[in-house]
């Protein structure tokens, strides 16, 4: 046999393991490996399923006059959560709150310091444990927002993926996008 050939066919022996990990993440996580999840609307988009944004959700514009402003309930289309969600699209549902609401008012902004450990589509971390008023991965520790309670409850804190994002409208608090459910929260960061 020739070397050629025999060099490529190891070549493609060793690279197939690794061409098929290329989802693989900083957070030691690859995208979407955890299965199930995701609502799916006939005609509509999909939430959740392993969809992980592009970017976080644009900086809050206010409504011009004539527009409806926010609704309260998040349930855009049939079959969709009445929570905050993302669209595979990459619209955020439910991100278009005021800087003047009062809930996201923080005396000392960052307190335990700002998180460096990456943003956006290419960190995805696996939950390490915890629930919701204490969850971490990678040793990095988080507290989901009061108010978004309610829309945890379905989160796996062992084992579901999330992406975090700046919340660009409230300073100090964080977006926690799980890609399992498509559904997002407000968090603090809690430090190391």
């Known amino acids: 046999m020739n070397r050629a050939p025999r060099f490529f066919l190891v070549l493609l022996v060793f690279a197939l393991p690794a061409w098929a990990q290329h989802g693989d993440h900083p957070g030691g996580q690859a995208g979407g490996q955890h299965a199930g999840g995701g609502q799916h609307v006939s005609g509509g988009e999909r939430v959740g399923g392993g969809y992980v944004p592009q970017h976080g959700p644009p900086a809050y514009r206010g409504h011009t006059p004539g527009e409806a402003p926010p609704r309260s309930a998040y349930r855009d289309r049939e079959g969709h959560p009445d929570a905050?969600?993302?669209?595979?699209?990459?619209?955020?549902?439910?991100?278009?709150?005021?800087?003047?609401?009062?809930?996201?008012?923080?005396?000392?902004?960052?307190?335990?310091?700002?998180?460096?450990?990456?943003?956006?589509?290419?960190?995805?971390?696996?939950l390490g444990g915890g629930g919701p008023d204490r969850f971490w991965f990678n040793g990095f520790y988080w507290s989901v927002a009061p108010f978004d309670l309610g829309y945890v409850d379905d989160w796996d804190w062992d084992e579901d993926d999330v992406v975090i994002y700046d919340d660009p409208d409230h300073d100090g608090w964080y977006l926690a996008y799980n890609t399992r459910l498509g559904i997002y929260a407000h968090v603090q960061y809690m430090g190391r």
């Open 84 to 126: 905050p969600h993302v669209h595979n699209n990459g619209e955020w549902i439910g991100h278009s709150i005021g800087r003047d609401d009062a809930r996201f008012h923080l005396d000392h902004p960052w307190a335990h310091g700002r998180f460096e450990g990456g943003f956006g589509p290419r960190y995805v971390w696996r």
